[in-house]
RNA sequence: UGCCUGAUGGUGUAAAGGUAGCACAGCAGUUUUUGGUACUGUUAGUCUUGGUUCGAAUCCAGGUCGGGUAACCA
């Protein structure tokens, strides 16, 4: 018997639907994302949120692509948001278009004409703005108010006809222009806009608004339970206005507070910018909070699902820190990683006791100490080695344990070696250890008794490969960056990305996959980028490994 | 300013009138051929003032503070 995890409130009104048999039981969903930029991390919420239930409660979440503003909608959106969401690890039930309904949606607002509940206006969004009033003044009727069905059914054909030029007719929702909630005075539901659309092409010349689109759509495809995020709070009466008077299927809002991450934007816009002005290589950059920058900096889906099942969902608004995203990254890249070693910044280590004899010598390391079927792999040793040049120090503090003149290590899965000299070039800098190894200290077989504290690791100089690794910091500099004042390239984080042209890395390196997850041995975990190529293999830093030693050494 | 929302450790999130719990972060320790992992311990919280009640994080009233909203965007 496990405890039950408990509910949140979007699962407690579910399961109170299902238990009084709204819709006899029945539980669907849908995803909704305009198609005008890349999805991002605050979408994975969402996306698991609303694929979950459905699949948690035996129903169906569909993809709709909510494409009404032609301007800002392109193909390779809609592209890229299929394969995030797949990548996610989610297949919606059907994959639907907004712009499916344009005809509905044009029947719907004739319908509503013929009601006397909507007409067209001539004045301009100025115009129309001043006698909107304000939140403490009513608003005020438009002459065009009045009109009677047939002259607004005359011109709304004649706008959808293409007789009229953008901005200077809408048709209006007639609600009340004295009520509290603003969107409710004569909302707009279509404008004109001679555009093309990406999947209608020319075929129309007037576009519904949001409000009259996505409810709508909600109600055709009989969703259930339709969610989104908190700013459209003030959206839900519009939204119930129109299924009441439209008299069609019930599908009912409700609203969970979007996901906001520590020194991470979320704003589709401003990372437009970022792409745009060129501050980031792409949408898929990995310093980007993009699905697709993860997907390229090496997360995995795994973490991000259990990332979104973590932060939990509720009205208030929220920051999450990003240690939890990175904890859950680590927590899953730790049970699959392959362990490989690499040295970012070598120094040599030479042997000088090694038998001159023994040309290559072969030894077996693991491939995950978290994971046995993962099995083995050769490593190749020598009498030089390139080790870290953060792993050696002439004047060792105490709890440092690592190589210092009289001090021992182990090599990982090879030696005990001890420091016995060390070399300098004039500027002071280290550029070789000395060292004496214990042949009986070997991996697995060790019978020398010695104990040391550290153990290192290194790269045999014979055998070692040169790759590019980019290292990776937070992209800005402030916690908050939706709510900086200052320009977004003055908040950008100079060193965002640290590139390493020439690092060390073990020759089984040179096997890797786009899709394989490794762990370099006390350094983090990496990835091969989307533009390593056989010649010059490039890999990205995934995450650091948690280094308590760093946070020892600041102190 | 109207309307709408919300308020529990540093950060998230539970507790549906009955012992304020869990996770991350932090701190301390054990184990370790990764200063990783694992494990143990630990610091720290109900916005405020009243009321109802044997009993309030929870219900009621007032206040305070935060967020949203006032596009021919979604």
């Not at 190894?437 to 045999?460: A, L, M, R």
């Not at 041995?521 to 990835?527: K, V």
Request: with cysteine; net charge negative.
């Amino acid at each position: 018997m496990s405890e039950e995890k408990s509910l949140n409130f979007i699962e407690e009104i579910i399961e109170k639907d299902i238990e009084n048999n709204v819709h006899n039981g029945w539980v669907q969903t849908r995803f909704p994302p305009e198609p005008n930029g890349y999805l991002h991390i605050g979408h994975s919420k969402s996306i698991c949120l609303n694929f979950g239930l459905a699949k948690k409660y035996y129903g169906k979440c569909n993809l709709r692509f909510d494409d009404t503003n032609p301007e800002k909608e392109e193909v390779e959106y809609v592209e890229s948001i299929k394969e995030d969401i797949q990548w996610l690890g989610f297949q919606w039930d059907n994959e639907f278009y907004a712009s499916d309904y344009f005809d509905k949606l044009y029947d719907f607002a004739v319908t509503l004409i013929k009601k006397g509940l909507a007409y067209v206006e001539d004045a301009s969004s100025e115009e129309m703005a001043k006698l909107k009033g304000t939140p403490t003044a009513p608003g005020s009727d438009s002459p065009c108010r009045s009109r009677n069905v047939e002259e607004n059914l005359d011109l709304f054909t004649r706008m959808k006809n293409g007789e009229y030029a953008d901005g200077t007719r809408v048709l209006r929702a007639k609600i009340d222009m004295a009520h509290d909630n603003m969107i409710m005075r004569d909302p707009v539901i279509y404008r004109i806009k001679h555009t093309e659309h990406h999947r209608t092409g020319n075929a129309w010349c007037i576009y519904p608004m949001y409000d009259f689109a996505h409810g709508q759509s909600d109600s055709i495809e009989e969703i259930t339970h339709s969610i989104c995020t908190l700013e459209f709070i003030p959206h839900r009466d519009l939204y119930n206005w129109c299924i009441e008077k439209l008299e069609i299927f019930p599908s009912r809002q409700y609203e969970f507070a979007r996901l906001n991450m520590s020194y991470t934007l979320m704003s589709k816009r401003k990372l437009l910018t970022l792409v745009n002005e060129k501050f980031v290589e792409g949408w898929d950059d990995p310093r980007m909070p993009t699905i697709s920058g993860f997907r390229r900096r090496g997360y995995t889906p795994e973490s991000i699902r259990e990332f979104c099942d973590k932060i939990g969902v509720a009205k208030r608004d929220n920051m999450i820190d990003t240690s939890l995203l990175d904890f859950c990254l680590r927590d899953h890249l730790n049970q699959i990683a392959l362990r490989r070693m690499a040295v970012l910044d070598p120094i040599k280590l030479v042997i000088t006791n090694y038998p001159a004899h023994i040309t290559e010598e072969f030894l077996e390391a693991e491939n995950n100490p978290e994971d046995i079927e993962a099995g083995y792999r050769s490593l190749p040793f020598g009498n030089e080695l390139w080790i870290e040049r953060t792993d050696f120090m002439e004047d060792a503090p105490k709890k440092y344990f690592r190589l210092g003149p009289g001090l021992q290590v182990r090599l990982k899965s090879a030696y005990i070696v001890e420091c016995h000299d060390f070399k300098k070039d004039e500027a002071g800098q280290i550029t070789e250890v000395h060292c004496r190894y214990f042949p009986e200290s070997k991996s697995g077989h060790d019978t020398s008794g010695i104990k040391v504290k550290g153990t290192i690791h290194w790269v045999s100089c014979a055998h070692a490969k040169d790759a590019e690794i980019r290292l990776y910091d937070r992209l800005f500099t402030v916690e908050n960056p939706a709510a900086s004042e200052e320009e977004l390239k003055d908040i950008l984080n100079p060193d965002s990305l640290h590139i390493i042209p020439n690092a060390k890395i073990e020759p089984a390196l040179l096997n890797a996959s786009r899709t394989d997850k490794f762990q370099f041995l006390r350094l983090g975990y990496f990835c091969l980028d989307k533009n390593s190529v056989v010649d010059k293999l490039i890999f990205n830093r995934t995450v650091g490994l948690k280094d308590s030693w760093a946070k020892e050494n600041k102190q």
